[in-house]
């Protein structure tokens, strides 16, 4: 009996050191391995302007490096030829043209509710603009990782007057008082405030975060104003370029690319040393695109310098929304893909939430490409549709452009430009012809027609963007 009782005792130990041992290199929760989440936002990057696209003229060591650490999707495309609506697309996974009709109902909603006079009615729509009151109404990506306990921060360029309003837990853009709002710098308050400091000034705040929430996965938004106007890079990254054969406006554009690389590089360092670089999912993007070609001079041009040429931000042509998307994660994608596949970034978010184990809502316009990022998958988008409501104007005092319908279709090799409000339609071939300087409209109509019907059936079924008619009162016509 003795014996008997002995060994039940001696299996119950073993047993229970056996599990003890398990659970010591067996984590079973299913958010044991969450993945850090970086999205890298450059801001007026041009597609060409990078080593990895092809630039051997212009020096972005860091950004080569992530490139070459995962897949970069060759044929990506941003939302909106502006930073805003771009940057609204990447939190909320929304086409522009969906999240105005949102926000403008939430909007219209507020002024109901406030009974606002008609005769205010338009003031009260500029201050809901500026102040962002109806973005945190939207169902975002920092409010959708806290679900599973990521803790997030925002730095860099925000236009929706505060962190908070993004759900961020952390963040560096604070809002502002009316006041403010009408001292000379108010622009760059509404651009993002102290925000605007991230790598311009400093990364600390970044790796503030890292340490206060150390232990939780984090959502971190790393978006600096680079290489973003202005054009004052520090004489280290000047001097790369100084004496070489170019233009003055290649020159100082280039330095700034080079600027944002080397803020990323440090980023890069920090997460090494904290022993948080393997762990973390980093996916680049850029806002909008951008033309600066070594030989073209825009310096004592404000319009083309301050816009990226004829045919990069605030055009509708192919670089003004193409943009390398980059996927990294050590030990989780492998290293050196490249992928000719269309991606839009709207499916940056979508692609987030899968990584995270997170259900993709119904109302995501983007879809995730992790099974294609992984292998299992190799068809991306069929085409890449979307309309713009600002366009480059002729008047060089009218720096941001004027305000216009428009449509974009890429599909194939083929990039449909159609100016509705001038009636202008064109055809390009990008595989050939990337910088849009031969239109092959007349050649190819039934390519043209068959885009312009995509473009067609596009508008039919979201309708008009109430932008235009925001921005055409704003401008009082």
């Known amino acids: 009996m003795k014996h008997t009782t002995l060994s039940v005792v001696v299996l119950v130990l073993f047993t229970t050191l056996l599990s003890c041992s398990k659970s010591e290199h067996t984590n079973t929760s299913p958010d044991s391995a969450l993945p850090n989440i970086i999205l890298l936002v450059g801001d007026d990057q041009g597609y060409p302007y990078f080593g990895f696209t092809g630039a051997d003229y212009i020096q972005t060591p860091n950004m080569d490096s992530l490139a070459a650490s995962g897949i970069v999707f060759h044929q990506g495309y941003v939302s909106d030829n502006h930073c805003r609506p771009s940057l609204q697309t990447l939190l909320t996974s929304l086409l522009p043209i969906d999240f105005n009709k949102q926000n403008f109902a939430y909007m219209d909603k507020a002024i109901e509710e406030q009974g606002i006079p008609l005769d205010s009615a338009f003031a009260y729509k500029q ?26 921060f925002q730095g860099g360029k925000w236009w929706e007057f505060n962190y908070q309003n993004g759900g961020f837990t952390h963040g560096m853009t604070k809002g502002w008082t009316e006041e403010e709002q009408k ?22 705040p970044a790796y503030d975060f890292l340490e206060e929430t150390k232990g939780q996965p984090f959502f971190m938004w790393f978006a600096p104003s680079l290489p973003h106007y202005p054009f004052d890079a520090p004489a280290k990254y000047y001097d790369i370029y100084k004496d070489q054969d170019m233009s003055e406006s290649a020159k100082q554009y280039y330095a700034n690319c080079t600027w944002f690389d080397d803020a990323w590089g440090q980023l890069v360092e920090y997460l ?6 393997e762990n973390t999912l980093i996916v680049y993007v850029n806002d909008n695109g951008w033309e600066q070609e070594p030989k073209a001079e825009y310096w004592d041009d404000p319009q083309r310098s301050h816009n990226g040429g004829d045919k990069g931000k605030g055009s509708i042509y192919d670089l003004s929304f193409k943009t390398p998307i980059i996927f990294s994660f050590p030990n989780q994608i492998e290293n050196s893909q490249r992928s000719d596949l269309l991606i839009h970034s709207a499916d940056i978010p979508a692609t987030i939430l899968d990584y995270a184990g997170i259900e993709i809502p119904e ?20 085409y890449i549709v979307g309309n713009v409501v600002t366009s480059r104007s002729a008047d060089p005092s009218d720096v941001m452009g004027r305000h216009i319908e428009g449509y974009w279709v890429r599909k194939d090799n083929w990039f ?3 100016h509705a409000t001038d009636e202008e339609i064109e055809l390009f071939d990008v595989q050939k012809d990337p910088f849009n300087n031969i239109d092959l409209s007349k050649q190819f109509p039934e390519i043209r027609d068959e885009l312009k019907e995509i473009a067609m059936t596009y508008k039919a079924a979201h309708g008009a963007d109430p932008r235009l008619a925001y921005y055409l009162e704003m401008s009082g016509k």
């Open 272 to 277: 090494k040393a904290h022993k948080l670089y």
């Open 363 to 382: 109302s995501f316009y983007g879809q995730s490409f992790k099974s294609i990022i992984e292998g299992d998958s190799n068809t991306g988008r069929p």
């Open 416 to 418: 449909l430009r159609w």
């Open 183 to 204: 001292t000379a710098g108010w622009f760059l308050k509404h651009m993002g405030g102290e925000g605007m400091d991230l790598a311009r000034v400093t990364n600390q």
């Open 127 to 152: 201050k809901f603009d500026r102040m962002a009151l109806g973005f945190n109404q939207f169902e975002t990506l920092p409010k959708l990782l806290a679900q599973k306990g990521y803790a997030s």
